[in-house]
């Protein structure tokens, strides 16, 4: 069973962009959402694996400093989903990074 941590954080700390938790849990079902917070100061942009979201959902998003986005999740997905975050610099697109690379696992 998952934590019920099915949040996550785009931050900037001693200078880099990293993301965190870097694993994030979601139950498995329908109507569960992944969300992603961005607090680093730029735009960001998250892009996750078409597999794990619902068909509606669109697989990449922007997000704007200081607000979240979620991600409807597929009543079916189920397993580990490695996802991606970059971050704008004015221009320059810079990745945020976990402790390792960013992951959403979804429990059955």
């Not at 200081?66 to 397993?79: K, Q």
């Amino acid at each position: 069973m998952a934590s019920g941590k099915n949040h996550a954080y785009i931050v900037q700390v001693d200078g880099q962009f990293k993301v965190r938790p870097a694993v994030a849990s979601v139950d498995q079902g329908q109507h569960q959402r992944f969300c992603i917070r961005n607090v680093c100061g730029w735009p960001a942009r998250v892009e996750v694996d078409p597999a794990m979201v619902h068909a509606n959902t669109p697989k990449s998003r922007n997000v704007a400093d200081g607000t979240p986005v979620d991600f409807r999740l597929a009543a079916d997905a189920s397993g580990a989903f490695p996802y991606e975050v970059w971050v704008d610099l004015d221009g320059v697109w810079v990745p945020a990074q976990g402790e390792s690379d960013p992951m959403i696992i979804i429990d059955p």
